[in-house]
Structure formats: C-alpha cells, structure tokens
C-alpha cells in the first residue's frame, strides 16, 4: 500500500518509563511510546518508504537534540529491529501498548532484539500520524516523550513504523550502553 497521504493524523501517544529491575543486572530502563515494525515479506517499494520514514525521524529527533544541547543520536540496528517487532506486534493487535499480553517487557525485547549490554533504554510509542513530522510535533509537545527525546545520556536510537489497516504506527527505542 502508498497511500501514505491520504492518512488522518491521529492524536494517540503511548509513554513508559521503566525503573531498573534485578533482572536488568542494575542497568536503568525508561519508557515512551511505541510502534509496529513491517513483516519480512513486505513489498520493496514499502519497505523503502518505511525505511525513509524512519530515517527522517532520527534526523528530526538529532535535530531537536543538538539544538537542545544534547549530541545527536547514532542509529542502531538492533534498536531498529527491536522497534519494528514491536510496531508490527502492536498493529498486528490494534493495540498501542509498550507491553502486549503475553509480550516480555520493552527492555527485554530490546535486549532479545541482540542490543545488549545497554544501561539505560528508553520507548516511545504513537499511532495515526501521518507523517514524521507529525508525530515528532506531537512527541516533542509530550513532557515525557520531549524528556526521552532530549535525554542527553542516550547515545542509540532504532526507529520503526508500519502501516496497518490505513494507519501509521511508531516506535522509537533509545539506548546507551
């Protein structure tokens, strides 16, 4: 599916914050909203939108940072697989959530996504915005996404979004490790 603008921007955020447990070995986790990553069999063309689209948000989110006095984020990998499970996760449930029924927490799947090591993690989650720009004017407008956003002591970020039913959904997850 293009038809990436004839989407209705939505006003749907999702923010957690995690507080280190035993199980992340002393390690601190944050959280904010989350989004659906695209299926492997996904067609070309689609995954090349999607993969512009996430692009774009890491430019806008180093953007907002650097001029915030925070140095500009290095994209990772991992971080990026870890947000498109869990992008695609929540599309696939039509539930915007940082932790789906039966779904391990956003820092473990984080880690199961192969980003391990990390000290602190951070989530942010939306759905129904039709652009990179809208969704980051509605993250950046949220004290608690701007917080995780402009959190100076991330270093990593992974993007991802999906498009489901006619429907953008995001997640961003940030690391530092």
Same mark, same amino acid.
């Given at each position: 599916?293009?038809? /990436?603008?004839?989407?209705?921007?939505?006003?749907?955020?999702?923010?957690?914050? /995690?507080?280190?447990?035993?199980?992340?070995?002393?390690?601190?986790?944050? !959280?904010?909203? $989350? /989004?659906?990553?695209?299926?492997?069999?996904?067609?070309?063309?689609?995954? %090349?939108?999607?993969?512009?689209?996430?692009?774009? $948000? *890491?430019?806008? $989110?180093?953007? =907002?940072?650097?001029?915030?006095?925070?140095?500009?984020?290095?994209?990772?990998?991992?971080?990026?697989?870890?947000?498109?499970?869990?992008?695609?996760?929540?599309? =696939?449930?039509? *539930?915007?959530?940082? =932790? %789906?029924?039966?779904?391990?927490?956003?820092?473990?799947?984080?880690?199961?996504?192969?980003?391990?090591?990390?000290?602190?993690?951070?989530?942010?989650?939306?759905?129904?915005?039709?652009?990179?720009?809208? *969704?980051?004017?509605?993250?950046?407008?949220?004290?608690?996404?701007?917080?995780?956003?402009?959190?100076?002591? /991330?270093?990593?970020?992974?993007?991802? *979004? $999906?498009?489901?039913?006619?429907? %953008?959904?995001? !997640? =961003?997850?940030?690391?530092?490790?």
């Amino acid at each position: 599916m293009t038809r /990436l603008l004839a989407l209705v921007p939505g006003l749907v955020l999702g923010l957690g914050l /995690l507080a280190p447990t035993a199980a992340d070995a002393g390690t601190g986790t944050t !959280t904010a909203a $989350v /989004l659906r990553p695209v299926a492997p069999d996904v067609v070309p063309a689609r995954g %090349l939108v999607q993969r512009a689209m996430e692009d774009r $948000v *890491v430019d806008l $989110v180093n953007e =907002q940072r650097t001029s915030n006095g925070c140095r500009a984020l290095k994209s990772s990998n991992r971080l990026r697989k870890a947000a498109r499970r869990h992008t695609v996760s929540m599309a =696939q449930a039509g *539930v915007m959530s940082h =932790q %789906l029924p039966g779904e391990a927490k956003f820092s473990t799947r984080i880690t199961r996504a192969g980003y391990r090591g990390w000290s602190l993690v951070a989530e942010n989650i939306a759905r129904g915005f039709s652009s990179p720009e809208s *969704v980051m004017d509605a993250w950046m407008n949220s004290p608690d996404h701007r917080h995780n956003i402009l959190n100076c002591r /991330l270093r990593e970020i992974g993007v991802g *979004v $999906v498009l489901e039913d006619d429907q %953008l959904w995001w !997640t =961003q997850d940030f690391g530092v490790r």
